[in-house]
């Protein structure tokens, strides 16, 4: 995952163009737009797009549409969303979408702890992504399990090297130990170097939270 979000949803949009009832491109894109906290309303037209065409779509897939409907989409039910991604899990172990969407539910009804046990399995997951690492380190820091922010960032620079979000790491950890000194330097650095839009604005929300919290 290297944070080219941009592209992805170019893609995703070709081909939905080329077929307009590809309900897991669809799914896909409204993920990637949803991550980047941009266009919302084209986030959800692609979501629902998705759920109608579902019935395309194999269990697993059915599974994990359902699950990102009901908990990002018009009509949201955490219950079912959590219900639909354990059902996945139980088909496929090692689906990062499954465990990882299931904790951010978790994070949602504020059952931090469990969120906490679900991330941490998508970061030794084979196939990983960077959103997982700095997702468990925002547990870690609501836990008060400040400890383990240092060895999680490290987890995340070995297993990742290549991703644009490594940045997010340092944040997290400069952050969660109290170095806001540190950690505005890190989002302000960031901002005046970025590439991706999300970065730009991940890095413009990191500054303006120092700011507030400093008054």
Not at 1 to 7: H, V
Not at 42 to 56: K, L, P, S, T, V
């Amino acid at each position: 995952e290297l944070g080219d979000a941009a592209r992805a949803v170019a893609l995703l949009q070709e081909a939905v163009t080329i077929d307009s009832g590809f309900a897991m491109a669809w799914r896909k894109m409204a993920v990637v737009l949803g991550n980047e906290g941009t266009e919302r309303p084209r986030q959800i037209a692609a979501m629902e797009a998705a759920y109608r065409h579902r019935g395309r779509l194999t269990e697993m897939e059915r599974l994990l549409t359902e699950g990102y409907y009901y908990t990002r989409g018009p009509k949201q039910d955490p219950d079912k969303a959590i219900a639909a991604y354990d059902a996945a899990a139980l088909i496929d172990s090692q689906s990062t979408a499954a465990l990882n969407n299931a904790a951010v539910v978790y994070g949602q009804k504020r059952e931090f702890a469990r969120a906490e046990e679900r991330y941490r399995q998508v970061t030794q997951l084979p196939r990983s992504f960077g959103g997982a690492f700095t997702n468990l380190m925002q547990m870690q820091t609501v836990l008060g399990h400040i400890a383990g922010l240092d060895s999680t960032r490290k987890a995340f620079y070995a297993k990742l090297p290549n991703s644009a979000d490594l940045w997010e790491a340092d944040w997290y950890w400069a952050f969660g130990t109290g170095n806001l000194h540190a950690a505005d330097s890190i989002s302000r650095t960031m901002h005046a170097k970025a590439r991706t839009l999300r970065q730009a604005t991940r890095s413009a929300n990191s500054a303006a939270s120092i700011a507030e919290l400093r008054g």
